[in-house]
C-alpha cells in the first residue's frame, strides 16, 4: 500500500528575478491559492501563540469562504498556546502534515503524528504544544457550530488517517476513495473533514453541483481540476476553495495518488434571512 505523504510550506521569499506569472486565481465562485505563494510575507501571528505562525487559506468573507475559516499552522520546538481559541462556540480540526505535537482537551492529554486527525467540539478547553525538537506543521479548520435543539455536541476524537481504511466509491474499482474520521450519519456533526484519494487516471465523472461549501487541500499528487466554467491544474500544496454550487470534476494525473484534504459543511437546514413585511 501507497504510504501517506504530506505537502506542508516551508516558507521563504522567491528571488528577486522570479518571475511574477502564476497560477494564483480568485474568483466569484472559486479560488486557486498555489503552493509558491506560501512565503513568509504572507503569515499572520495570533495572540497567546508562543513561537507559532500561520498562513491563513480562508476566512469568512463577502465572495469567498462563508461558513469556515482555514490556517496552516507552524509551531516551532517549545511553541504552542494555552488559549489557542478566544471566540466562543466555534468548533476545529486539527491535521497534522509534518511533524508532532502534544494536544490536551479537557485536560486529557494526546500525541499526534502525521496523519493524526483531532475534532475539537465547541467550548472544550484545550491546549497544544511542540515538545520536538523540529517545527510542527497542521492543518486548522474553525467554524462556529450550529446548535440544534434535541442534539448534542459530539465529543472529542484523536484518530490517524493511517489507521482507517479508505471508503470507496461505488462502481470505481477503487481508483476514488475517501478516508472518514466521522460517522456521515451523525447528525450531531455540522462539518466534515475528510482525505480524498484519486489513483492515477481516476476521475471525478460529472460535475458536481451542489450546496457544500468546499475547502481542498493537495497533500500528494497532480490533476486537472474543472472549477466552475474552467479547467486548471493544481499539485501538492494548492489550496482550492469552492463557493456553494459551484461545479467541479477532476482528473488525476500521476505517476502516483491524488489526494487532498476536504472541507465541507453539512447536516444542516440551511439558514434563511429575515421575512419582508413581518
Not at 34 to 45: N, Q, Y
Not at 74 to 89: A, I, K, L, N, Y
Not at 160 to 171: C, K, L
Not at 173 to 202: C, K, S, Y
Request: aromatic share 12%; with cysteine; net charge negative.
Amino acid at each position: 500500500m501507497h504510504p501517506p505523504r504530506y505537502h506542508a510550506p516551508q516558507g521563504g521569499l522567491p528571488p528577486q528575478t522570479q518571475l511574477l506569472t502564476d497560477r494564483a486565481v480568485f474568483t466569484e465562485a472559486y479560488a486557486v491559492i498555489p503552493k509558491g505563494t506560501f512565503s513568509d510575507i504572507v503569515t499572520s501571528l495570533l495572540p497567546f501563540w508562543d513561537k507559532a505562525r500561520f498562513w491563513v487559506i480562508a476566512r469568512p468573507l463577502s465572495g469567498f469562504a462563508e461558513t469556515f475559516s482555514q490556517y496552516i499552522a507552524e509551531v516551532q520546538p517549545g511553541g504552542g498556546s494555552d488559549r489557542p481559541e478566544t471566540e466562543p462556540g466555534t468548533e476545529a480540526v486539527l491535521f497534522v502534515v509534518e511533524g508532532a505535537l502534544h494536544l490536551t482537551i479537557e485536560g486529557k492529554a494526546h500525541d499526534m503524528a502525521e496523519g493524526g486527525y483531532a475534532y475539537i467540539p465547541p467550548g472544550a478547553a484545550w491546549t497544544l504544544r511542540n515538545h520536538g525538537d523540529t517545527a510542527v506543521r497542521f492543518h486548522w479548520l474553525r467554524k462556529r457550530y450550529q446548535w440544534v435543539d434535541g442534539l448534542d455536541a459530539p465529543e472529542p476524537l484523536i484518530l490517524n488517517e493511517r489507521d482507517i481504511a479508505p471508503t470507496p466509491m461505488p462502481d470505481t474499482n477503487g481508483v476514488w476513495a475517501t478516508t472518514r474520521f466521522v460517522d456521515p450519519e451523525d447528525l450531531r456533526h455540522d462539518m466534515h473533514v475528510t482525505i480524498v484519494t484519486l489513483q492515477p487516471g481516476g476521475v471525478i465523472p460529472f460535475a458536481e453541483t451542489h450546496v457544500m461549501e468546499h475547502g481542498l487541500y493537495v497533500l500528494e499528487g497532480k490533476a486537472v481540476y474543472r472549477l466552475n466554467q474552467d479547467w486548471v491544474e493544481v499539485e501538492a500544496g494548492d489550496f482550492m476553495w469552492l463557493r456553494a454550487f459551484c461545479p467541479q470534476a477532476c482528473y488525476a494525473g500521476g505517476p502516483g495518488p491524488f489526494r487532498y484534504l476536504l472541507y465541507k459543511d453539512v447536516n444542516r437546514h440551511m439558514a434563511l434571512g429575515p421575512v419582508s413585511g413581518a
